[in-house]
């Protein structure tokens, strides 16, 4: 970094049509971060009351921390990932933290059993309680996207084959018998069809 | 019969694929772009009106880390190493100046503790910088 000369971002993001250019699709992409990860759990809330344009703001002033502001480029895949990584640890974030008894009178019989818990990856009730909530989100989800189009059409046999567990593009393209052009385009119109009734489900919440 | 975690891995399935991947969106023309995000509720005139202001401010921010870094690693080069010296030696110097160690002007330099690197600093401050 050249100290005491103020970066010039233009130049900087040259490669990508220059700052404007790389900051709306630094805002577009926030957005699809936003989009995939709201919720209706508390965490999924606070994500979706999220501002694109603050998020992309919060990335950029950590560029403060930067060693070298010479490869555009690497600077703007770090950006992304700050982006992602906000949002990604504000999804994880633990509502409930964990209590540590802390002790005042030197060791007793069975504090240790309490300061470390027998397994850590284990789930609270509340934890299990809000993943059946998320669970119970999306079974809804699917069952009204499933409305929007008729019982025997292929969107509606793609959502069951997901359900069933399918993902990979080519298996479900040959399991619907479909090209996977066909395949593609059926995708994008329930993948669209989802996002609007999750919107939908998330504003009745 | 189907698990519960089934519907969410399904659900969230959709939902990735709704969204545009980073391909997709490095490779949207303006327009694209500008359709994309008004579909979203940002409107790109206006965001693009604001980038001057934000690289400006994003400038004025680098330069200040840039100034503060700067200052810490002057500081750091202006350390002198009284490694050599034992502490003995330290307080011995500064009692020859002062007579007695209570005489040492150590209320004015908020001193704190009869530290090692506190004798160092006093030591940097009273006899150093007179020399």
């Known amino acids: ?205 | 019969m189907k698990s519960n975690h089934q519907y969410s891995k399904a659900g969230n399935f959709f939902i990735d694929h709704s969204q545009p991947t980073e391909d997709e969106i490095d490779a949207m023309t303006p327009a694209e772009l500008a359709n994309f995000l008004s579909s979203n509720g940002v409107n790109l005139a206006e965001l693009n009106a604001e980038t001057a202001q934000i690289q400006e401010h994003l400038a004025s921010q680098i330069l200040f880390s840039q100034a503060g870094k700067a200052r810490l690693e002057k500081a750091q080069s202006n350390v002198v190493d009284l490694s050599e010296f034992s502490q003995e030696q330290l307080i011995e110097e500064l009692s020859n100046k002062y007579g007695r160690i209570e005489d040492i002007p150590l209320a004015a330099r908020n001193f704190k503790s009869l530290s090692r690197e506190e004798w160092e600093s006093l030591y940097t401050d009273l006899i150093l910088r007179d020399k």
């Open chain 1, 1 to 205: 970094m050249n100290s005491g000369k103020p970066p010039d971002f233009d130049k900087l993001f040259e490669h990508r049509g220059g700052f404007a250019m790389a900051y709306a699709k630094l805002t577009a992409y926030a957005i699809t971060v936003i989009n995939k990860r709201k919720g209706p759990s508390k965490n999924g809330c606070i994500i979706g009351g999220l501002d694109a344009q603050e998020l992309v703001k919060h990335a950029l002033s950590r560029l403060v921390e930067c060693e070298s502001l010479e490869d555009g480029e690497a600077v703007y895949c770090l950006l992304r990932r700050h982006i992602d990584n906000y949002v990604r640890t504000i999804q994880k974030q633990k509502n409930h933290p964990t209590l540590v008894q802390i002790s005042t009178s030197g060791y007793e019989e069975g504090s240790s059993a309490i300061a470390e818990p027998e397994d850590e990856s284990a789930q609270t009730p509340a934890e299990t309680s809000e993943q059946k909530d998320e669970n119970e989100f999306h079974k809804e989800l699917l069952v009204q996207t499933k409305e929007k189009f008729e019982p025997q059409s292929a969107e509606v046999a793609l959502i069951d084959l997901v359900i069933e567990g399918w993902s990979e593009r080519s298996e479900l393209a040959a399991l619907m018998g479909v090209t996977t052009q066909k395949y593609d385009a059926i995708l994008k119109k329930v993948s669209r069809a989802a996002l609007a009734v999750k919107d939908q489900l998330l504003k009745k919440a």
